[in-house]
Structure formats: structure tokens, C-alpha cells
């Protein structure tokens, strides 16, 4: 990389809005070491013999690596002040792996996972960490399921359930915002408490640009969205603005 484009990312918003998140982090820092220390990681990596890669299925995402990911869901969880807030309910959508909840549930929360049951890996993990997950699918412009309760925090990382099918030039086809005006509405007046909060993680773009273009940042701020680095946090009440710090009871 040329120094002139080292230096311009250096000065980005992206790398300024890292290094205050690392900071934050490092406020209150967590041991992933510690946590890795409670886990049998040879079961795990055994489960993978158990539930082998599908055929065509692409073998990224090792989600046997438990040092990665725990790094990863260690981060996430510091990111909104799990490690350090009263006993929260936690719904995970598209919980995958079960990683997060585990974690939600070292730190004291109540944890429910929702996703498919398409990747049998995930029923192995799933009940390896001991998370209670719910099964179905989120669609567009469909309620999801009552799940019978309401929650302080609704999650979904990595978010992929927008993604409709892959187009002839290999463009994901995706939800539009009259989809996500849908979702986050059914979110906010049948899953959160009315002081709970939907944080949304999304992944760049096939060409590396960020998921929310000109059109998804406006729409996901005229929801009331902080929008910060590759996330999207939004208040049971559109007209507030929530914060990723949360250290009272709701
Ligand atoms: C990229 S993985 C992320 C897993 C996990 N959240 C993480 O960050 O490690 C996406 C997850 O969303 C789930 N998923 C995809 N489409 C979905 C849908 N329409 N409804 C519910 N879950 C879905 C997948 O099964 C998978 O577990």
C-alpha cells in the first residue's frame, strides 16, 4: 500500500472511529483468555468430524476456531457494555454458533438465539454451549414468530437474512428499506422493552465499500439509527437516539 493511501486511511473516520473503540475497550478490558480456559476446545474442534463441511458450502468461517471467535464475540460484548451491565434479555437473530450467547450468558444475561436450522455444525455447537435457540426464518415483510417475551437487547451480527439471492452479476438481490421499515418496526413494538435497544452488524460489501450506501445511511437514520463503523443501533422509541453504553437496569 502507498504511503499516500496508508496515511489516508490512517486519517479516515473509519480508523479514528477504531481507535476510539479499541479505547472504550480498553476501559474495561476482558481476558478471552480466561474464557477460552472454560472451554473444552477438542470437543468442539471434534464436533466438526461430527457435522463435516457441507458439500459446495464454503469453508470459511472455521467456527470450530474458538480463539477467533471468542475474540471476536469478546469484542461485541464489550462494545455494548455486556461485560459491565445488570442482567439483561438478550435475542440473538441469526444466532449461528451459539458464541455470543455463550458469552451473554458468562456475563449474567438471559440469552435466546433465533435462526434456521440449515447448518447442522450450528445444532452441534448450539448444544455444546448450552444456548437455547429458537428455529425459523426471518423473511421480508413477515412478523416473526412470538417468541413470548420482550427484551433489553435484539442483536444480529453479521447480518446476512436481508440477502434474497444472487443476481446474474453476482450482486446480492436484498431487502429494500420499505423491507427494513417492516422489520424494525415489528422489532420495536413486538421485541423490545421500551427502553431496548436493536443493534444491527452488517458486512462489507463484496467490493469492500460498506453496507450502507447514501439511500441505507438516510433511511437508517430517519429510523432514529446511531450509526457507528459497520452498525446500526436503534431505540424501541424512534425519537431517541440509543447509546452502545448501557449500565442501568431498563
Ligand atoms: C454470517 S452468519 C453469522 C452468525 C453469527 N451471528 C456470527 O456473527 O457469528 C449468518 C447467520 O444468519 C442465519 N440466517 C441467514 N438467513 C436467515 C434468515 N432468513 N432467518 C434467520 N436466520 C438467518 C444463518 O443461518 C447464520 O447463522
Known sequence: MRLSRKFQKLVSRDAAESLWENACRWTHPVSSRQILAGIDRTELENLRERYPYRTNARKINAYEDAAYWIGVNVKRAQDLWLDRSPPLDILDLGCGAGYFLYLCRLFGHDGLGFDTDEEPFFHGTIEFFKVRRVVGRIEPQTPLPDLGKKFDLVTGHRVCFHRLA?????????????????????????????????????????????????????????????????????????????????????
Open 166 to 250: 444472487r443476481t446474474e452479476n453476482g450482486k446480492w438481490l436484498e431487502w429494500t428499506p420499505a423491507d427494513w421499515e417492516f422489520f424494525i418496526k415489528d422489532i420495536r413494538t413486538r421485541f423490545l422493552k421500551p427502553e431496548g435497544r436493536l443493534l444491527l452488524e452488517f458486512n462489507r460489501r463484496q467490493d469492500g465499500s460498506s453496507f450502507f450506501t447514501d439511500e441505507l445511511r438516510a433511511f437508517f437514520e430517519s429510523q432514529g439509527a446511531r450509526i457507528f463503523r459497520w452498525k446500526a443501533l436503534l431505540g424501541a422509541d424512534p425519537n431517541r437516539c440509543p447509546r452502545f453504553k448501557q449500565t442501568q437496569k431498563l
